[in-house]
T-cell receptor
Framework: SQQGEEDPQALSIQEGENATMNCSYKTSINNLQWYRQNSGRGLVHLILIRSNEREKHSGRLRVTLDTSKKSSSLLITASRAADTASYFCATDAVGNQFYFGTGTSLTVIP | KAGVTQTPRYLIKTRGQQVTLSCSPISGHRSVSWYQQTPGQGLQFLFEYFSETQRNKGNFPGRFSGRQFSNSRSEMNVSTLELGDSALYLC????????????????FGQGTRLTVV
């Protein structure tokens, strides 16, 4: 089964609103990364947060990590239509396998 | 600087055939990883190559194989294709081995969409 699970599976918001998506994982990790994928295309790396970090910012993105709850959240502020995409969390895990979550499909309505 | 290039972009094959997909990493990158993406299973790790050696492998049958050349270009082969092999195959390149768990960034190609009929 997947190491990471995103929640919600789908999210629809108005342009200008904030979007929050969550990721839960099962085992201890070294880091957690968030990626964006536009429809049927490659993944774009957004941000990496290490297991000893609790929060990280990059432009309109804010990522938090709670290792005690094995969860992370991605907040996109002041969303734009161009943010419409699927967002995945990815974690490394025991045995050095790298796992992606199931993804959150975000639609930003202009 | 050119990005990760995957060829072909689209492919249609018949059950039982074999297929070879190609990935050219970013110049200077020595690690290439392959992933399979399907609606039902999401993104799953296939394998990673570094300096022409397979360094890590996911839970896929032996029909899935790969190799890496001295110029870091990588190929992935799937033999005896099954309908369930229809997917988007993504490769990612990075400077370091097993980059994603060593806190370095991986750059993904646009993928090859394989359809098995």
């Amino acid at each position: 089964s997947q190491q990471g699970e995103e929640d919600p599976q789908a999210l629809s918001i108005q342009e200008g609103e904030n979007a929050t998506m969550n990721c839960s994982y099962k085992t201890s990790i070294n880091n957690l990364q968030w990626y964006r994928q536009n429809s049927g295309r490659g993944l774009v790396h957004l941000i990496l947060i290490r297991s000893n970090e609790r929060e990280k910012h990059s432009g309109r993105l804010r990522v938090t990590l709670d290792t005690s709850k094995k969860s992370s959240s991605l907040l996109i502020t002041a969303s734009r239509a161009a943010d419409t995409a699927s967002y995945f969390c990815a974690t490394d895990a025991v045995g050095n396998q790298f796992y992606f979550g199931t993804g959150t499909s975000l639609t930003v309505i202009p | 600087k050119a990005g990760v290039t995957q060829t072909p972009r689209y492919l249609i094959k018949t059950r039982g055939q074999q297929v070879t997909l190609s990935c050219s990493p970013i110049s200077g990158h020595r690690s290439v990883s392959w992933y399979q993406q399907t609606p039902g299973q999401g993104l799953q790790f296939l394998f990673e190559y570094f300096s022409e050696t397979q360094r890590n492998k996911g839970n896929f049958p032996g029909r899935f194989s790969g190799r890496q050349f001295s110029n870091s270009r990588s190929e992935m082969n799937v033999s005896t294709l099954e309908l369930g092999d229809s997917a988007l195959y993504l490769c990612a390149s990075s400077l370091a081995i097993a980059s994603l768990y060593q806190n370095t960034e991986a750059f993904f190609g646009q993928g090859t969409r394989l359809t098995v009929v």
